[in-house]
């Protein structure tokens, strides 16, 4: 089971919008719209910012949403904002009760 | 509201075991199936396995099948996770998590996590 391959890295500026990708495969992110995203802050735990792909929890800004074609499902960020600047990982549920995450992203906000 | 509140960091030697604790309030702890997912420092989320903590069936990843066991105890409402044969690369800290479970699913992703728990593997 290969983790699910993220940029290592993005950027952008306050108030710009931003994507970050996440590619699996046809076992996973391709079969299943059970894809979550998670941020993280340094020495934090995970935070739950979009799930079933597209839906987003209760709390969680409109200005994060989440889309999915073919093997690879994205985390859009708009009106970016400095508290924005985290690490961000995708998981995706890859069958067989079993789950798999990404190598994770570190956004800068320049 | 729903915590996960874990142990505190422990240093083992190599070979050795560790468990460590997660223990559930604000929720009916039965109610939800309990995750595990590590994270090595700057690495990426590595997910464990999971436990049902209604009936205690549990399922783990094919990496740590054979070194890894988590257990419940339902009047305690805490989740346990076992790693046995303690290696330097297990070194990392570790996460209990809550199933997410939307109107569909409970296959939704994680939606509370534990504070985490730093393990050091070290001579």
């Known amino acids: 089971q290969s983790a699910l391959t993220q940029p290592a890295s993005v950027s952008g500026s306050p108030g710009q919008s931003i994507t970050i990708s996440c590619t699996g495969t046809?076992?996973?992110?391709?079969?299943?719209?059970?894809v979550s995203w998670y941020q993280q802050h340094p020495g934090k735990a995970p935070k739950l910012m979009i799930y079933e792909v597209n839906k987003r929890p209760s709390g969680v800004s409109n200005r994060f949403s989440g889309s999915k074609s073919g093997n690879t499902a994205s985390l859009t960020i708009s009106g970016l904002q400095a508290e924005d600047e985290a690490d961000y990982h995708c998981c995706s549920y890859a069958g067989s009760r079993t789950w798999v995450f990404g190598g994770g992203t570190k956004l800068t906000v320049l | 509201q729903v915590q996960l509140v874990q142990s505190g960091a422990e240093v083992k030697q190599p070979g050795a075991s560790v468990k460590v604790s997660c223990k559930a309030s604000?929720?009916?702890?039965?109610?939800?199936?309990i995750h595990w997912v590590r994270q090595a420092p700057g690495q990426r989320l590595e997910w464990m396995g999971w436990i049902n903590a209604d009936n205690g069936n549990t399922k783990y990843s094919q990496k740590f099948q054979g070194r890894v066991t988590f257990t419940r105890d339902t009047s305690a409402s805490t989740a346990y996770m076992e790693l046995s044969s303690l290696r330097s690369e297990d070194t990392a800290v570790y996460y209990c998590?809550?199933?997410?479970?939307?109107?569909?699913?409970?296959?939704?992703?994680?939606?509370?996590w534990g504070q985490g728990t730093l393990v050091t593997v070290s001579s």
């Open positions: 046809s076992s996973d992110v391709g079969s299943y719209n059970l």
């Open positions: 998590a809550r199933a997410s479970c939307s109107s569909t699913t409970c296959y939704a992703g994680f939606d509370y």
């Open positions: 604000g929720y009916t702890f039965t109610t939800y199936t």
